[in-house]
């Protein structure tokens, strides 16, 4: 079997199949919502953001939107992207596998406080 290019899953990819597991977004409404469900802690500047969004489209884990639902809100010079049902697979195994990982930190009482 090759070896998939997003293998292991970079931490900017997982955050744009994150982003866009409840909504069809554009680049700079990713970039928004990355920055909302870290709280900040992670931006993406734009040739990471649109480097990451290639990867995901050649291996088909999201795809691009032809035709916004609602045309007012459409711009034909942005582009639209779309998780597909590979993509949250992937999103799915990838939070099961760092879930695992913070299992083992909080046994190993890395934390301190209760924030996690």
Known sequence: MPKRKLDPLP???FQIL????????????????????????MRLGPGTLYSSIRSLLEEQLIEEVELRQEPRFSDERR????????????????????????????????FRGDYV
């Open 79 to 110: 582009r639209y992207y779309r998780l597909t049902s590979a993509g949250r697979k992937l999103a799915r195994s990838e939070a099961e596998r760092l879930a695992g990982l913070l299992r083992i930190a909080r046994a190993k009482r890395m």
């Open 18 to 41: 994150l982003s866009l597991s409840d909504a069809d977004l554009h680049g700079y409404g990713i970039m928004r919502q990355i920055a909302k469900q870290t709280d900040g802690r």
């Open 11 to 13: 931490s900017a990819a």
